[in-house]
Structures are given as structure tokens and as C-alpha cells.
């Protein structure tokens, strides 16, 4: 990744979209050339002086204080997830030469056998654990039951893990049928997730390459990829429209793996009493009748085979 460029549209963007009134601001004249606040205006509300500011939005954060990008941050009314990119790109940018060698060597994370012990013991709930790129590194044999349709996907590189962003926006009618009118905001929330990671690690060459093969393949890739948008992915509630068992409603958890850089495990349940709770038992049946099925066939189970009551179609 281009680190200057990336501070730099950033910045950009995250000033776009703050207008005078909303800074609290008198809004002199009526033909403003900028959408949102001129550059004197954030470098005056920051503290800072101009000359510092345009330095700063050129991409240059090398040596810029904490109190300095604190006041940044309040500035351009960054939310936790932006305010934490933001001190991202600036440690990044802080970084010596060898560390960023090494960060350039550094392997991949692995799922250590220990985790995938843990995701098996939690029979009921599907669960799996992804890192900053949304690889899907292990699952449940409920987790991927409920992600099928990724699995599934002739977009799926053979011997590599799923990935979410590629089923996403590669094959979008899969996508569009299996999110249902949320379709667009787990597009916006995928991008956004990827976006934060680049942040982190800048250098990651898998996450380049991933992010190119995006761009290059999906308009809606590059259009929300433009907008600099970051988030962070820790509680809510997702629909699913299954193909096995149909809508599934259900809370999510993720938590950061602390032994395991970069790795979340991701936990779905359904309250209790609920269709969807029906649902996902119905799920946990089907994915145990075509877990034996497939294995006495020596065969790996797609939903598209096996209906609602198990039995190969």
C-alpha cells in the first residue's frame, strides 16, 4: 500500500464531509469551493498551523505527536474506528526501516490446533475464526454449515482459505440471494474492515494483492474502496437467507484472539425460543446427516445437494 496516499485521501475525505455548521463554525459567503471544511479551517480547529495541516494531508505523519493527532481526530469528529486508523497510519509511518522489512517477512497467522479444538467444542453455535483480510482460517462444522455458500462458490480458490470479501463482491448473485437487502451494507462493512486493516498493516503483500484482484474484477469494490471508510467488527446482529434452512437471524460476538495477532473468533447465536433458534437447530441436522453422508462417499457436502431433512436431492 501507498502510505502517503493512503493518510493522504483519508484526511481528504474525513474533511469533505464535515461542513462549517457542523463544526460549529461561521459559514462565510455562499460559494465555498470545497464540500466540506478548507484546510485553514481543520488546522485552526486543531491548533495547528496551516503549513502543518497541508504537510499532514499531504500524507507526511512521520514525527506528529499523540496530542497533535488527538486533536485531529477531535477536529474531523472521528469515530473510534477512524481515530484508531488514523494513530494506525501514524505508526506506520513512525516505523524504522528494518521494522518495516520485517513487517514485509512477518508469515501469515495460522490457526493453531488448540483453536480449532475450541471452535469444534462448540457444537451449538457456528463459529469461526478470520483474520484482518476476512479469511475464514477455521470453522465448526456449524460455522460452515451456515457459510455454505461460500464454500460453495466457484469463486473459491481451491486450497486456500474462504474468503468473505471475494465471495462478496466476485460472485454477487450468490452474495445478493444469500444477505437479502442488506446485500450493500456488508459490501460497505467488508471494505470498510479491509480498509482499517490496510491501516494496520500496510505491507501486507497478501492484502495488496487482494485488494487489487477486487478492484480490478468489481466496480462496487473500487466505488466503496474510494470512500476511506474504517470500522470496527465486535457485536451485532446479521440475517442470513440460508439455501438449506432459509432466514436465520442471529446475534454475533467477535473477539480478538490476544495470543494470536490479528485473529477474531466469530460466535453466532440465535435467542432462544425464536424461528431462527428453530432454524439453527434445523441447520446443526442437516450439517451432521451430510457430514456422514459425505464422508461414507468420501465427498465433501454442498447445500445445493442436500435438502432441509438431509436427504440428498
Known sequence: MDLKAETREFLATRRARITPERAGLPAYGGNRRVPGLRRE?????SGVSVDYYTRLERGNLGGVSEEVLEALA??????????????DLARAANQSGAARSRA????????????????????????????????????????????????DSPERI????????????????????????????????????????????????ALTALVGELSTRSEDFRRLWASHDVRLHRTGTKVFHHPVVGTLELDYEALELSADHGLRLNVY?????????????????????????????????????????????
Not at 74 to 87: K, P, T, V
Not at 108 to 118: K, S
Not at 291 to 296: D, P
Open 74 to 87: 477531535q477536529a474531523l469528529q472521528l469515530d473510534e474506528a477512524e481515530r484508531g486508523h488514523l494513530f
Open 269 to 313: 447465536t440465535a435467542l432462544p425460543g425464536t424461528p431462527s433458534d428453530d432454524s439453527l437447530k434445523l441447520l446443526a441436522s442437516w450439517a451432521a446427516t451430510a457430514r456422514g453422508e459425505a464422508a461414507a462417499l468420501g465427498t465433501t457436502p454442498r447445500a445445493s445437494d442436500i435438502t432441509a431433512d438431509g436427504e440428498a436431492l
Open 104 to 151: 514485509k517477512r512477518t508469515p501469515a497467522a495460522v490457526l493453531r490446533p488448540a483453536i480449532q479444538r475450541i471452535l469444534d467444542a462448540m457444537e451449538g453455535a457456528p463459529a469461526f475464526v478470520r483474520n484482518g483480510r476476512l479469511e475464514v482460517l477455521g470453522a465448526n462444522t456449524l460455522g460452515r454449515a451456515l457459510y455454505s455458500p461460500l464454500y
Open 41 to 45: 479551517e481543520v488546522a485552526m480547529l
Open 158 to 205: 481451491a486450497g486456500k482459505p474462504v474468503n468473505t470479501a471475494r465471495f462478496h463482491f466476485l460472485d454477487p448473485q450468490a452474495a445478493q440471494a444469500f444477505w437479502g437487502d442488506r446485500y450493500e451494507r456488508m459490501g460497505h462493512d467488508a471494505v470498510a474492515i479491509l480498509r482499517a486493516e490496510a491501516g494496520r498493516n500496510p505491507y501486507d503483500k
